[in-house]
């Protein structure tokens, strides 16, 4: 089974344009396995760090960034200190819960977006990102 999950993400990056690597692999794998996900470097680190997988911080950082221009992951900024990388590459929006650092997704049918404004010419949009901020209701 983790020989067919590591053939997976071989083929993925090679889709993407990405040379398979052991190390984009095994944190690819780390990445992708577990579904639709919210991670920061820090946090992959860990879990390579966990799983044996001998990498170290820059590495993982400059990974998620290749992964990120080869479009298979996107950028989620939600702090100015820390940033956010997400698997689900489709068109969706967030919830941020101040305090506990937990990113949620939002499906698009859930929020409409209007008014938008005019790019300058020659650009056009090419994606919007809401993030709502939540927290605990004082009591």
């Known amino acids: 089974m983790a020989e067919e999950a590591e053939i997976a993400i071989e083929s993925r990056l090679r889709s993407a344009g990405l040379r398979p ?22 946090e992959l680190h860990e879990e390579a ?27 989620l900024a939600v702090e100015s200190t820390k940033t956010y990388f997400d698997t689900n ?7 941020f819960i101040e305090g506990q650092n937990e990113v949620l997704d939002i499906p698009i049918s859930n929020l409409t977006i ?6 300058p010419r020659g650009m056009e949009i090419a994606h ?9 209701k004082q009591q």
């Not at 690597?21 to 820090?42: I, M, P, S, W």
């Open 89 to 95: 590459v489709s068109d969706h929006h967030h919830f």
């Open 128 to 136: 919007v990102d809401v993030v709502i901020r939540l927290r605990r």
């Open 49 to 75: 760090v966990a799983a044996g997988v001998p990498v170290s911080l820059a590495t993982v950082y400059n990974t998620l960034h290749q992964f990120t221009e080869a479009g298979l992951i996107r950028v």
């Open 21 to 42: 690597t052991r190390q984009r692999v095994a944190l690819g794998d780390l990445l992708f396995a577990k579904g639709d996900r919210h991670l920061t470097v820090e």
């Open 114 to 119: 209007g008014n938008l404004p005019e790019p």
